[in-house]
């Protein structure tokens, strides 16, 4: 299989651990008999300081060229005080908005060699896992009117049936993967928004027969991620509730460094990033836990190219590393030997050449 | 000293946790020579069934002729299919908006007896001791339009800049008489009501050079919450950011049971209910806990009538029967001894004779 992939680093450790993705890649191409054209561009922070804009008309072509995109991470203190259209943030917004990737898909997954880490007792975090489907490029982040003056300021939470129509399908299609069961969150006793929400959850249901759906409230939802989090097996909800209940949801297992994630529209093209921040504190220094940006890899061979088995090696890969007991300093404790960025890739690299 | 209490027990549990309150405030009233006229009303559920309104007529005149109310729960599956202005809900919208209640306040803080029932690390809750500052009266909830047609719905979040610089000086005020600091939690990257709520507070600020600020973006939040509770003190949001994370921060310490809350406006007139709701399935069987209803009655003391060594000598009661080893079923455990709701009741009224 031929496929061009666009890497955009990004910010703070965004290019150490694209770099580990893009190496693991190229090991799966070499063992699969695979070809993957890497091309590189730059987005946020960095994409700033080289052309004023976080999100450069060069940029948007290389990925409309292009198959699938990764991305490492964006932000950093240095932009805290740009305006609006000069933060790295920005770059984010507007790439998936651009290339209408409507579905965020999150898993989150708990790693037994992990728990220890965990701030939840390991009695409630142990096999939790759950995907979460956030609607990505409606609602309250891009409705109009949004605005300000110097009294008041307004945003718009809107939501056309269509918007709600695809996000829901595609919940119920990756609830079909797994244990069947979708959580619809919303906040139906209060917003509109949320009461057609949960009339299309209600429609779409009838040709999924075979799924069990059940609609939460979003503040029930994050009192019960937190007390119960294996009652969830696919949470589909609308973008501002996704992006506070995945961040939520993220810390459940104690493995935020281990967390990919996948954006994504409906013909399979899509943009895959860990689901950690840039973290500038720790760039440069050859020790921030590549996991996530190699998993995110591993969800765009299984998601964007179908690619299966290559997905599955490098899942198993990674987890036979941290059986092995090693670890970035992220993930430091008892029984743990913390090895740095490169030699963890290397270690992947080995487990996927042994398999 | 002579204050008229507006009692609406509501729904579900709601009246025997407002029974147990009311036994507590008059233990008080007789030991501190005080005089509590208590006017009881219907709200919720029950006020739909008697008066096809979930706040009737009647009850808002109570309310009004009253100096705080003393509210239990609303709500119960019966009324779940209702149309928007029938259900329970809406007696509490209609409530909090009509008496301009704009400030609910939540503390959460860890009881050491109770840690183990913490679905967190004990390590993780313990010395937890924060207060959540949600604004109540506008935003999401009230903006308009808010509407739905068949091929879309919109809600609208908008809030004037008095609306935010109120509820930051209570959160301030509050600061003032705890540690200090102020985390104020918005969606400044993302939404134009967070950029105007960002700047009043960085205003606001000047007038309390005393105080700490931090301000925090609300994914952030939502993970801190949970991997870092200690490092919260006041926290102050806009309504539906607050509705997620104060009822995400009740479930840190594993005391949901124990949560009182107040919405207050700035004459120091309040509402105060338990964070719990009306529990239906296990309404009626004199099981309840009464803690937050009767730490609620509490707050309103100290709030509402600035009765603060009686408030104090409540709080000390519930935690010394709690020491003792009594509590109520739902924090059942090893070393524990249930107790019905009455026991519990008597148990504190005992306390407070004791003091
Ligand atoms: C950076 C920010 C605009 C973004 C969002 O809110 O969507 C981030 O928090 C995320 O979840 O990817
Ligand atoms: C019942 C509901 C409308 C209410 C709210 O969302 O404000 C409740 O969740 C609360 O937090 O008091």
Redesign the pocket.
């Known amino acids: 299989m031929k496929k061009t992939i666009a890497v955009l680093p990004g910010d703070g450790i965004g290019p150490e651990v694209t770099d580990a993705a893009v190496k693991v890649l190229q090991s799966i191409a070499m063992r699969y008999g695979h070809t993957f054209h890497l091309k590189h561009a730059v987005i946020g922070g960095e994409a700033v300081d080289q052309f004023d804009n976080p999100l450069p008309q060069q940029t948007i072509e290389v990925c409309e060229a292009s198959d699938a995109i990764l991305l490492g991470a964006v932000g950093g203190t240095k932009w805290d005080n740009n305006p609006a259209h000069l933060r790295p943030e920005k770059g984010l917004l507007n790439i998936r908005k651009h290339f209408d990737l409507f579905a965020n898909i999150r898993p989150v997954k708990a790693i037994p060699a992990l728990l220890a880490s965990s701030p939840l007792k390991e009695e409630v975090a142990k096999d939790v896992d759950m995907v979460i489907v956030r609607e990505l490029t409606s609602g309250l982040y891009f409705g109009e009117p949004k605005r300000r003056s110097e009294k008041s300021a307004v945003d718009t939470l809107v939501y056309t049936r269509e918007e709600i129509e695809r996000i829901v399908n595609q919940a119920f299609e990756i609830a079909r993967t797994r244990r069947g069961k979708v959580t619809s969150v919303d ?1 139906a ?2 917003l509109e928004t949320s009461k057609l929400w949960r009339e299309v959850v209600e429609e779409r249901k009838a040709a999924y027969p075979d799924i069990e759906v059940e609609h939460m ?1 979003v ?1 029930s939802a994050a009192m019960k991620l937190i007390t119960d989090p294996r009652t969830f097996d696919v949470v589909v909800t609308e973008n501002m509730f996704g992006d506070i209940l995945s961040d939520e949801a993220s810390v459940i297992t104690g493995s935020l460094g281990m967390l990919p994630s996948a954006s994504v529209r409906s013909d399979g093209f899509g943009l895959y990033e860990p689901v950690h921040g840039s973290a500038p504190d720790i760039a440069g220094q050859n020790k921030a836990n590549p996991s996530a940006a190699i998993l995110s890899a591993a969800m765009m061979l299984k998601h964007s190219f179908g690619l299966h088995s290559e997905a599955a090696a490098i899942e198993q890969a990674v987890m036979g590393v941290l059986e092995d007991g090693y670890c970035t300093g992220d993930l430091a404790g008892s029984g743990k030997r913390v090895v740095s960025t490169e030699q963890y890739v290397t270690k992947v690299i080995e487990e996927l050449e042994r398999e």
Chains 1, 2 share one sequence.
């Open positions: 906040k006793n209060v409230l503040d």
